[in-house]
């Protein structure tokens, strides 16, 4: 079974920053090319993919509503991907989600932007 663990979730300042972590199984290589996502979603609204990274390639994608603000980022040694979330607001409140080849999901970690 895949293991998707979030972490670095809480309460951040509008206009702050926070950083979010999701450690994933061991046996994801870099050379598996498996891709690696943030989900966001909050109560009444859909989910929404806010960003991801290519394993392999290194290839990342950004949702147009974060473009500039939000960075994924991969450290392949400690099988870990981050999200860097800067200049946050109020609208990034959600619970986020590490998800693995759209099909694997960790538990998520509340973000709340106030």
């Known amino acids: 079974h895949v293991q998707l663990v979030e972490s670095g979730g809480g309460s951040g300042q509008a206009g702050g920053s926070l950083i979010l972590a999701c450690s994933y199984a061991t046996y994801i290589r870099t050379s598996d090319s498996h891709c690696l996502a943030w989900f966001r979603q909050s109560p009444g609204a859909e989910r929404e993919g806010v960003a991801r990274?290519?394993?392999?390639?290194?290839?990342?994608y950004y949702a147009d509503s974060v473009k500039g603000q939000f960075t994924i980022s991969q450290d392949n040694a400690e099988n870990t991907v981050y999200l860097q979330m800067n200049s946050l607001k109020v609208e990034d409140t959600a619970h986020y989600y590490c998800?693995?080849?759209?099909?694997?999901w960790g538990q998520g970690t509340q973000v709340t932007v106030s």
């Open positions: 998800v693995l080849s759209y099909a694997f």
């Open positions: 990274i290519a394993t392999g390639s290194g290839n990342t």
